[in-house]
């Protein structure tokens, strides 16, 4: 069974550009959670979609969204980039609200210059 | 909110030997999912080990347990038996029981890097 793959593993982008990130989960998976990891403020969740259906948000700005497709993929979308958005950008999937275990994707490098 | 503490920033020990990486959390809720996961060079998080709050019994899977103490809010996991593949950064984090909203939000603590030395 094939792991959670994230896709680019690494991304170099500008400040004020826009970034998109895309998530598989495993075959079978219906939720996808989002976390973003820095070294000053560890590991933060972004948000949470089950069934196309954002479930729950952090406390991240508005410039972060994502979304979920019928087939589970997920995608977040950072907009008009800052510094500080440079982070390893974690995806986790688990069967559903009452499945107890996520599993991590590998995460994609996002860095901003 | 929860909040999910862990002290140490790094640890080391000798290969072998046993150490103690602690955590402690902080919630309102009597219902709840710890886990302990591990992050190593290749930035993939793996679950080491999970504790649910009602079952008293700590969870034990091969060479890592944990003493999970409910009324203290303290989670630590114990590696015995440590070998150089269990350097990495370990990370302590709490999930909510709930069928609506969060089920999925883990709330993770700050990490110890743990190093293994021959």
Known sequence: KAGVTQTPRYLIKTRGQQVTLSCSPIS??????????????GLQFLFEYFSETQRNKGNF????SGRQFSNSRSEMNVSTLELGDSALYLCASSG???NTEAFFGQGTRLTVV | AQTVTQSQPEMSVQEAETVTLSCTYDTS??????FWYKQPPSRQMILVIR???YKQQNATENRFSVNFQKAAKSFSLKISDSQLGDAAMYFCAYRS?????????L???QGTRLTINP
């Open chain 1, 96 to 98: 559903g609200p009452l």
């Open chain 2, 97 to 105: 029981v709930g069928v609506i909203q969060g089920a999925q939000k």
């Open chain 2, 29 to 34: 809720e009597s219902d709840y999912y710890l």
């Open chain 1, 28 to 41: 079978g998976h219906r939720s996808v959670s989002w976390y973003q990891q820095t070294p000053g403020q």
């Open chain 2, 107 to 109: 709330v993770f603590g």
């Open chain 2, 51 to 53: 504790q649910e709050a």
């Open chain 1, 61 to 64: 700005p508005g410039r972060f």
